[in-house]
């Protein structure tokens, strides 16, 4: 964490999305990935106090495989880490 703010992971594909989270979440430190490995190495480094993580990731945007394995992912890199899932897709 730098500053003494917050580190805040955003896990999700679409730029537009993690844009309005950047401008969301202006007053934490904000770690964006679009991939699920880029966000593991994130979680190593950083250490985040929260990660927010779109289920409906590539290869499996229309499912929620790729979301899952990222949030497992996540807690096994930093267990202590707040996990907050979102997704756009309507159906269960």
Do not use: C, F, H
Not at 13 to 33: A, F, M, T
Not at 56 to 71: F, I, K, T
Request: hydrophobic residues 40%; without cysteine.
């Amino acid at each position: 964490m730098s500053g003494g703010k917050l580190g805040v992971l955003v896990l999700e594909d679409d730029e537009g999305l993690r844009s309005q989270y950047r401008w969301l979440l202006s007053d934490y430190q904000v770690l964006e990935s679009a991939d699920r490995a880029a966000a593991r190495k994130i979680a190593l480094r950083e250490r985040p106090g929260i990660a927010i993580v779109d289920l409906g990731l590539p290869p499996d945007p229309d499912g929620a495989s790729e979301g899952l394995a990222a949030v497992t992912e996540l807690l096994e890199a930093a267990p202590e880490t707040k996990i907050i899932v979102v997704t756009g897709n309507e159906s269960r």
